[in-house]
């Protein structure tokens, strides 16, 4: 649907006054990353767009599409907030220092469970966001994936009353496990695959759920009845969806699944939640043979991070009712092949190899190889 | 759903630090009104709640109750954006100048339609946030309702291409008349009652629509349903939503409606647009009756004003199909018996006066006054 709107005038706008390096441009790019590279590719082949290998610029003739008068009258991303509508008190600032110190050591994202996590300081604003509408203090919280170790900074708070992290990857079990002890926590850890049924016991027990889903179709169906099913009446969910990588169509079957599970949309914070996409020393970023297979100009390589951003949804389960049961089985997909073959990188640049770069970015090579694999 | 949540914690918390006049607790209020007033009684009967007549405080018990430990961690409303995400570059002061003169001697808020403007900045904030989307420039722009006088603010940016006010308030009408004249802006009205049948040669014309609806369950289902039959498919809308009168059912109405009406939610923001409440010299605020008359203690009479926010909910048109057929006609509730029969005020003070206050007070007058009526 977004290809029904002329998506040029975002590039021209944004490179309008300054020239941009490529990652600048994605960070303020509001749709999705194969509509990103179609984009600048045609304002390229169109000669309104130049680089000098570096940075991108408007060509004089692009410059004379830009429409002056839309861009004197663009408000800019709040820079207090970045856009999040809140701001930490200085207990926060404690918080992260223990934080950062608890997770040392923590364990490298694995490239089987498409995993990557966010940076501490969006671990700290998702929960002063929770605990702006009071669902932290003395809350049953469950959380279905914990890369992130949320878990580890809401139990540093002392505040919900229970933590309980699913997960299929035994490392951040074990690594919980020592957190625990150093730290005298009492963070549960339970060894889960979405796929398979809830264990009993889980269900209909807690007051707030956070996960990061993967964005395939079967994946967010999953994610989101597993953490529906553990709601009480009356429950709180948190869940990131970004714009880069999912369709206004995927939205759409997001939103249906959870009004279908009886749940509310009470909050969609754009941008909520920055993934640094470079993490380790040494990153082998996937993103970055894909971008320079698909681009038609040459770009400044040096990977920077701080542009994959998810929005944030927030949603109360009026009655809790998940389209997945919670002893029934579901086969998630951990590419979409229809969206895959609809990607401007299909066919394209090779697999990344094991344990390069981050969760969202390993998916869409994925993809790539995916479609590559069947063809239609 | 909300009764389910442990109001009280949220009233604690803002009274842990500081006293304050019932306008600040019902600034911070994220419910309904009818919870509002049932929490602070209750506390107040429980005698955690106390009041020197002008501001509320917490009694040692009622400081007692606090838990320090989530107030430590309470993060702040952005104090740069009050939470709207972004912030507007200068030239909407030039902007705000020129549409403050141009609306000076608007027709007053009428009674019969149930009227109320937001203020000016909050107009403008709402042009900033559409064209961060890339929605006013170039854009076919129609309004459904426009006592704030959008259409106004949107014309003095000269970037819309066009737009269309629908409003059944013919002195609006003849307010932007003598705009264009004296502006030379093209501005078109049209004497529009959402009840009935849309012009057909508006149908799927238009690249964004606006409006402030009637928060009865008829009034969102009319509004938003002649805004998308309007739009072309891929368009957008915005309109505002509270959580003081609406009911989270409600919302999981409005939500559902736009997703069998082919929308997908991109942005809920809260508390967006405020609604200054008393816009005219000497107003007679009928919010004051009603909570004096269900209060159970003395406060500070002196109205105040910027507690009455609306959350804004930006969507996009996938496939606009209207769950209202454009040449259908529609009877529009000006108040919801079924709500306002839960509602505490029910019974109780008298109907104020033709001409008092604005829109959304004069709803919650009128819900009183039918619910009076209709017993069950």
Not at 202 to 215: H, I, K, M, V
Not at 261 to 266: A, H, K, L, P, S
Request: proline share 6%; hydrophobic share 40%.
């Amino acid at each position: 649907m977004s290809c029904m709107r002329e998506l040029d005038k975002f590039i021209l706008l944004q490179l309008a006054d300054s020239d941009k390096t490529i990652w600048d441009l994605l960070d303020g790019w509001q749709f999705t990353l194969a509509e990103f590279i179609s984009t600048v590719n045609k304002l390229y082949e169109e000669g309104l767009l130049d680089t000098d290998g570096k940075k991108l610029r408007l060509t004089r003739e692009g410059k004379g599409r830009v429409n002056r008068a839309e861009l004197r009258y663009m408000p800019r991303l709040c820079g207090a907030c970045k856009g999040r509508r809140i701001t930490l008190p200085k207990p926060y600032r404690g918080l992260l220092r223990k934080f950062r110190r608890a997770v040392r050591g923590r364990p490298a994202p694995k490239d089987d469970y498409y995993q990557g996590f966010v940076g501490e300081l969006d671990v700290a604003a998702r929960i002063a966001l929770m605990n702006y509408h009071g669902d932290v203090a003395d809350k049953k919280i469950i959380l279905i994936g914990d890369d992130d170790l949320l878990s580890v900074a809401l139990a540093l708070t002392g505040l919900p009353s229970r933590i309980v992290v699913l997960d299929v990857d035994e490392r951040i079990g074990d690594f919980i496990d020592g957190v625990n002890e150093k730290h005298g926590l009492t963070i549960e850890f339970l060894r889960y695959n979405v796929e398979g049924p809830l264990p009993k016991t889980l269900l209909n027990r807690f007051d707030a759920f956070s996960s990061e889903p993967l964005e395939t179709e079967s994946g967010m169906k999953a994610f989101l009845s597993r953490g529906v099913a553990c709601l009480r009446k009356g429950g709180v969910g948190y869940f990131g969806l970004t714009t880069l990588e999912a369709s206004r169509r995927k939205w759409f079957m997001v939103e249906e699944s959870l009004l279908r599970m009886g749940c509310v949309i009470t909050d969609v914070i754009r941008g909520f939640t920055i993934y640094p996409s470079v993490y380790f020393k040494e990153p082998k970023e996937p993103f970055l043979p894909l971008l320079k297979f698909k681009l038609k100009f040459d770009f400044k390589e040096k990977f920077e991070t701080g542009w994959y951003k998810s929005s944030l949804v927030r949603f109360e389960a009026v009655e809790p009712s998940p389209i997945v049961r919670w002893n029934e089985k579901i086969k998630v997909e951990l590419v979409d092949p229809k969206e895959s073959l609809a990607h401007p990188f299909s066919y394209g640049p090779p697999k990344p190899r094991d344990g390069e770069g981050p969760r969202r970015a390993r998916k869409l090579a994925a993809n790539i190889d995916r479609a590559r694999q069947k063809p239609f």
